[in-house]
């Protein structure tokens, strides 16, 4: 039970970006996925979505080929939270969120109580309930994002992904999303894959991670193992410090150039 | 919601019987309410026409008016669902089926097969919206491929794909009635915004395609609604973003064509009425088309009543007055639009 990448090679007709990433998350775990810019975080994700083929490789979920199911079958089991850009200015809140529902509906998108249900307990876990009325043109960027994790929330799935969750949002609700991301990890046994570019916030809340560089997996494992000072200051071409709290996390610091 | 969106289906509903009532009314021989609900009456329940009738009436509502106003009822809804379609699946307000050349491309279709086969008849009219709809098809196949920068549809160069591709179509168009003798070149003015065409036949012809395109229509409010969050996200949410686009556009391009080959090209209705669709009740495509086919259908009835009206007893080309209407309106959309399309 549990997300595997089998060696995994990918990109665009452009370009090659992964080359041969091996990757397992035990189901119910948190991966923090890391790397500089361009390092092909977001293409992973987009092949763990389903979304772009693999050249090479696998992506299986309990043993089965997520991109041998159909669209439908596929967002049952995989959501994703991507970064709030360009959302449609008119929909509102509910309506954004009520979407997330749309694996289980018919052609026609008619809703029914269990849709709205879910719908309700994506807004209340994301704080939008007093939103839900607003088109989403008159929310803040952070509101935004909020609201397509209240929309891959009401998907229902036991693998969620999210690309960059906490760049737009404030310290109350980076946290907030973490520990809920977290919560619902511990509670429903969710599996997670999430980009994140700060480093102390994957050393805090995900189980595992994985930096990617180039394209290449350069390392994966427990935060303490990975995040070393010197293998992140070879990756970011930065030096970089690491200390560790009174309980025990990794904590980096970016030392003077 | 769902009071609000009942209000607003019959307002809309109420509207369009309004128009369609004046428009079989007001003409060169007015035809009085009292005078039409009694011969639509006899006409429904069969029975001869009174006899204290002008026999004329009869005429001129069963062979001149009626014909006239459901070919426009049908035209506009078809303008107006397919408008709001078209400006679904490219995400962006200005995409209308004249701005994108597609009636054009239709235009052309219909053309060429009147030109090479000349069809008369029954056979011609069903295979006239044929014609039509691979000619549309093929623009809107064309528009996409060319106005596509880095996976992305920028307003700029859809407006600009679909201007210049409508520009050669028309040009085609105007080439093939140039070279056509007196018969073809009349049969086919009405493809440029003439006189449409009169009696139960093109009507009759239009309808089984326009059920096929509207049913087609009016089942992908939600997919469209999917779609708006762009063709990624709508994968994540289950859609197969692909086949749902090619069945949308082909499902518009169908109505917008069976529209074209009867009535000709007319512009701005596709535009202007899923605009203030939404500006009024919001954004949600499974009302927006459904409402935008009523709407769509009244504005083309009010603009076809004050072509025949306001020069009368000149008729003037009714893509005039929905172009006098709908070109302003064209330009605020155009500069409202500006901040968030690029
Ligand atoms: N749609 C695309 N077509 C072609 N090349 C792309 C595309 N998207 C990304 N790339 C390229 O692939 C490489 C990896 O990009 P990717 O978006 O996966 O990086 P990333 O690790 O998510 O970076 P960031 O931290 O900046 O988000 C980059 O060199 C990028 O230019
Ligand atoms: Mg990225």
């Known amino acids: 039970m549990s997300l595997e990448i089998v060696h995994v090679s990918a990109g665009y007709p452009s370009q090659q970006v992964l080359d041969d990433v091996h990757l397992t998350v035990p189901k119910g775990q948190i ?11 977001t293409t992973l994700l987009r092949v763990l979505s389903g979304t772009l083929a693999p050249w090479q490789g696998q992506v299986r979920w309990e043993g089965r080929d997520i991109h041998r199911l159909a669209p439908k079958a596929r967002a049952r089991l995989v959501a994703v939270v991507p970064q709030a850009r360009a959302l449609p200015p008119a929909f509102t809140v509910e309506q954004a969120v009520m979407l997330g529902r749309t694996p289980y509906l018919s052609w026609l998108g008619g809703a029914g109580q269990a849709d709205w249900k879910a719908v309700q307990r994506a ?14 043109q008159r929310l803040s960027g952070g509101e935004q994002q909020r609201v397509l994790l209240a929309r891959a929330l009401a998907q229902e799935t036991p693998l969620l992904l999210l690309d960059e969750p906490t760049t737009h949002l404030d310290l109350h609700h980076q946290s907030r999303l973490l520990a809920l991301v ?54 970011y071409r930065t030096p970089v410090e690491v200390l560790t709290t009174a309980q025990g996390w990794p904590v980096v610091v970016a030392a003077a150039e | 919601m769902k009071t609000r969106w009942g209000r607003a289906f019959w307002l809309s509903a109420g509207l369009l019987v309004l128009a369609v009532g004046l428009s079989v009314t007001v003409g060169a021989v007015p035809v009085p309410l009292p005078v039409l609900a009694r011969l639509l009456w006899a006409g429904l329940s ?14 001129i509502v069963f062979d001149l008016r009626l014909p006239h106003t459901v070919l426009m009822l049908l035209t506009g809804a078809a303008l107006g669902s397919s408008g709001a379609a078209y400006q679904g699946v490219f ?43 691979v000619g549309a098809v093929l623009t809107v196949a064309l528009v996409y491929a060319l106005a596509q920068v880095e996976g992305r549809l920028p307003t700029t160069t859809l407006i600009l794909a679909g201007v210049a591709i409508g520009s050669l179509a ?14 073809l070149q009349r049969a086919i003015t009405y493809l440029m915004g003439g006189a449409p065409l009169s009696g139960w036949q093109p ?41 749902a686009k090619a069945l949308i556009l082909a499902a518009a391009s169908l109505t917008t064509a069976v529209a074209v080959a009867f009535a000709g ?54 893509g005039i007055v929905t172009a006098l209407f709908g070109a302003p309106f064209f330009l605020w959309v155009l500069r409202r639009a500006r901040p968030t399309a690029t």
């Open chain 2, 170 to 183: 028309s040009a085609l168009t105007s080439f093939l009635m140039l070279e056509s003798e007196g018969t």
């Open chain 2, 46 to 59: 069969g029975r001869a026409v009174p006899a204290n009738l002008p026999a004329y009436y009869h005429t």
């Open chain 2, 203 to 243: 009507v009759l012809a239009m309808l089984p395609y326009w059920l096929v395109g509207q049913a087609g229509l009016l089942l992908s409010g939600h997919a469209l609604n999917v779609l708006q969050f762009g063709e990624e996200q709508a994968q994540h949410l289950g859609l197969n973003a692909r086949r």
């Open chain 2, 265 to 318: 090209i007319i512009g701005f209705i596709g535009l202007v009425v899923p605009h203030v669709v939404r500006l009024l009740w919001g954004e949600d495509y499974r009302r927006e088309v459904p409402l935008s086919l009523l709407g769509g259908a009244t504005a083309l009835l009010l603009a076809d009543l004050l072509a025949r009206t306001l020069l009368a007893p000149r008729v003037l080309p009714v």
């Open chain 1, 123 to 136: 807004l209340t876990q994301t704080d939008l309930l007093p939103l839900a009325a607003r088109p989403l």
């Open chain 1, 182 to 235: 977290r919560d619902l990890s511990r509670a429903r046994g969710l599996t997670v894959v999430m980009v994140v570019h700060d480093l102390n916030q994957a050393a805090r809340y995900a189980d595992r991670v994985a930096i990617l560089d180039h394209g290449r997996l350069v390392a994966a494992g427990s935060p303490a193992a990975v995040l070393t000072a010197e293998r992140l200051t070879r990756v």
């Open chain 1, 31 to 41: 991966l923090a996925l890391l790397g500089p810019n361009g390092a092909g975080k």
């Open chain 2, 91 to 133: 995400r962006n307000p200005l995409a209308d089926p004249y701005l994108l050349g597609i009636a054009s491309g239709a235009g052309l279709g219909a053309v060429l097969i009147l030109a090479i086969h000349r069809p008369a008849g029954w056979g011609g009219a069903l295979a006239l919206p044929v014609a039509a709809f």
